[in-house]
């Protein structure tokens, strides 16, 4: 699936990622994955939601995975965050 | 499943839900389910990459749902809350 299709979830209002989702599939996309790191996990399930029961009620969610990435860590050394990813189809 | 398989992600430490799912890994469980609300969730992923990674490593994540939740809200109506289950095995 072409990195066009992915939906990086950062700090913005959630409603910004659910428009930027929603424009995704009413672009033609019949996939859209969204991703997210650390705290914004839990926006990124808002926002698979929020697309899902407001927007685009034939939009389904097909998989998630959860997994460890490990980043740089400010002043050397490394650290581990969560990561999340939801592949939403319709 | 029984509700005694369940692990409720709260505001605690994450190593105090950690202890909780390893504890019910070492005491027989096959299965654990981690479920969490809201600004939790981020924390719920964490909690099982932890448990996965650094102490149960044949444990895997089977399945992981999310869905929204309507509680009542302050001052009464309601309000429309996220919410996940992972579920682990091993």
Redesign the interface.
Known sequence: MADENTVYIGKKPTMNYVLAVVTQFNSGSTDVIIKAR?????RA??V??IVR?RFIHDAV?KD?????ETIPAEGGGSA?V?S?E?YMSK
């Open positions: 650390g705290r914004a996990i839990s399930v808002d698979a939601e029961n969610v998630i995975k959860i997994q460890t581990n969560s999340i939801i």
